[in-house]
């Protein structure tokens, strides 16, 4: 029997580019860990990572960008977080942008829209 398609609840286009960014658990002292993105979107992202997440979990993140020379500090919560490999070492890590600084945003529709033009949907 064929599966039923998920509704897609984004609002914005997700791009499939590789990309490399730090995060942590909000508001604490706790070491930034690295992340391997999957998709990104101007509301969200998917990272592949070693470190579990707990759903509901604040992250802060930085994105390098070639745009400005300093990162993009935004926040995000984690919406899903999954397990991968038969031992999960692995976690494939869902998290949807929660703030973003007003000087950032635009640096990060711009980000978005020039990696969606090189995938040819922009």
Avoid at 60 to 67: S, Y
Wanted: net charge positive; glycine share 8%.
């Amino acid at each position: 029997m064929e599966q039923p398609k998920k509704k897609e609840r984004r609002q914005f286009a997700r791009v499939k580019k590789t990309l490399y960014v730090m995060y942590h658990p909000y508001g604490t002292t706790a070491p930034w860990n690295s992340a391997t993105v999957q998709d990104i979107g101007e509301a969200g992202m998917s990272v592949s990572t070693v470190n579990e997440s707990t759903v509901g979990e604040v992250l802060e993140i930085k994105i390098t960008t070639f745009l400005k020379p300093q990162p993009i500090i935004l926040l995000g919560k984690v919406v899903c977080c999954e397990g991968r490999g038969s031992e999960k070492r692995n976690w494939i890590v869902h998290i949807s942008f929660t703030d973003v600084k007003e000087e950032d945003k635009p640096v990060l529709q711009e980000f978005i829209q020039a990696f969606l033009k090189s995938v040819g949907k922009g």
